[in-house]
């Protein structure tokens, strides 16, 4: 069993920076991949960034190349997401999520999920 608890949204303005965590409950794995996805008012959850713990390898959607960045920190168990130069569209529930079936944004393919940090940007 896996617990996740993200940390670190809040309010921030146009063009700040941001970086969000997300901490780790209970057994890890190699084959294990861990992402960070993102819900805005009324819109569909979109696919932010993820990777892979044993390998450090990632993937990123078009959108998010050059401005977010996920990392993790083995020995503490943390994933974290770096988002730089923010806008107010990227006004969201930001959810961390773990899976075992491959690095990529299937929600459906990651099995444990946080209760997400909401994170808003204002002008």
């Known amino acids: 069993q896996v617990q996740l608890v993200e940390s670190g949204g809040g309010v921030v303005q146009i063009g700040e920076s941001l970086r969000l965590s997300c901490t780790i409950f209970g057994h890890t794995a190699d084959n294990m991949a861990m992402a960070w996805f993102r819900q805005a008012p009324g819109k569909e959850r979109e696919f932010v960034a993820a990777?892979?713990?044993?390998?450090?390898?990632?993937v990123y959607p078009g959108s998010m190349v050059g401005r977010f960045a996920i990392s993790t920190d083995k020995f503490k168990k943390m994933v974290y997401l770096q988002m730089n130069s923010l806008k107010s569209e990227d006004t969201a529930v930001y959810s961390c999520?773990?899976?075992?079936?491959?690095?990529?944004?299937?929600?459906?393919?990651?099995?444990?999920w946080g209760q997400g940090t909401r994170v808003t940007v204002s002008s």
């Open positions: 990777i892979a713990w044993s390998s450090g390898g990632t």
């Open positions: 999520a773990v899976g075992m079936k491959g690095v990529h944004g299937i929600p459906e393919y990651y099995a444990y």
